[in-house]
């Protein structure tokens, strides 16, 4: 396959999560121009300006999340037979990041105490979390101030919606027309709590 050059405009060598492409260096029309050819394969590109877009990627991205980007910017140059296939077999676990700059990147061990590396289920975070909990001042043996009983009250399967891919995952640049029902739902309960 050829390659194609899209113009970025961040510093080089530093950057964190988020791309931002220049279109008209790149040869593509405009923003608005991008923004839906990406549309049509349900990805959303951020608006900066009538020139840049922007592209954030963070831990949830994933290798066909990666693929499926390169793959439609290799279409739109007409360079791609077909959406998909670009990095089928390309494996990035172990090259190492070099984008933050050297003063500033950690040095120094994380996470490191037992417990980030022993607990290997949803059943086991549970049983830890409740041997926490029997350590706390909580409802069961004494009254506790209002702001921290919130989460006490909720069950995990009263609090189990809240992880639902269409709710947790909103991003906060989605389009309007996209967060319809979000927002009829954030509307209502705001009338609830008034």
Not at 76 to 94: A, C, M, V
Not at 144 to 172: D, Q, W, Y
Not at 176 to 190: C, H, N, R, S
Request: glycine residues 4%.
């Amino acid at each position: 396959m050829r390659s194609f050059d899209i113009q970025v405009v961040n510093h080089p060598n530093n950057f964190f999560d988020t791309l931002t492409i220049d279109c008209h260096a790149s040869n593509f029309s405009s923003a608005d121009y991008l923004i839906s050819e990406f549309h049509k394969h349900d990805i959303n590109l951020r608006k900066v300006d009538d020139r840049h877009v922007s592209i954030s990627l963070n831990e949830t991205t994933t290798i066909t999340d990666l693929a499926d980007l390169i793959e439609i910017f290799a279409y739109l140059r007409d360079l791609s037979p077909k959406i998909g296939s670009y990095l089928s077999d390309t494996h990035f676990e172990h090259i190492d990041f070099a984008g933050i700059p050297a003063d500033i990147a950690r040095r120094s061990e994380f996470m490191t105490q037992t417990i980030f590396n022993t607990l290997k289920s949803e059943t086991q975070l549970m049983r830890y979390c409740n041997k926490l909990d029997s350590k706390d001042y909580g409802l069961t043996n004494g009254m506790i101030p209002l702001g921290s009983c919130t989460m006490k009250l909720n069950s995990a399967l009263v609090m189990n919606p809240i992880t639902h891919r269409g709710f947790a995952e909103m991003h906060p640049f989605a389009p309007k027309d996209q967060t319809t029902g979000y927002t009829y739902m954030t509307k209502e309960l705001e009338k609830m709590l008034s």
